[in-house]
Nanobody, 124 residues
Framework: VQLQASGGGLVQVGGSLRVSCAAS????????MGWFRQAPGKEREFVAG????????AYADSAKGRFTISRDNAKNTVSLQMHGLEPEDTATYYC??????????????????WGQGTEVTVSS
């Protein structure tokens, strides 16, 4: 499967942004999907994950209550709606997919497919 992330940009502190990821070349509803991010000089970290049917989600503590992951299997897309953005959220956001995961996982090594990333900058 190929993943194409979009929607990043510059937003002020407290603002909102929605990043999306379009999938092609695979049966989208057979993949667990995740969002990760990587800030300059830091390791890639898990943000949120969603099950194949969308019925189960998982969030990093930093994302709980502010971010919402969703997917549209008819449109082969997964999105991350972000509210209350803070400078610490500045990073490149990557969508990831894996066909064989049984549960939502937060380790980037568990995901076999990655998009190219979209940059989010939160300015103060």
């Amino acid at each position: 499967v190929q993943l194409q992330a979009s929607g990043g940009g510059l937003v002020q502190v407290g603002g909102s942004l929605r990043v999306s990821c379009a999938a092609s070349g695979g049966t989208f509803n057979s993949y667990v999907m995740g969002w990760f991010r990587q800030a300059p000089g830091k390791e890639r970290e898990f943000v949120a994950g969603i099950s194949r049917g969308g019925g189960s989600t998982a969030y990093a503590d930093s994302a709980k209550g502010r971010f919402t992951i969703s997917r549209d299997n008819a449109k082969n897309t997964v999105s991350l709606q972000m509210h209350g953005l803070e400078p610490e959220d500045t990073a490149t956001y990557y969508c990831a997919a894996d066909r064989f995961l049984r549960n939502l996982r937060s380790d980037s090594a568990d995901y076999g497919y990655w998009g190219q990333g979209t940059e989010v900058t939160v300015s103060s």
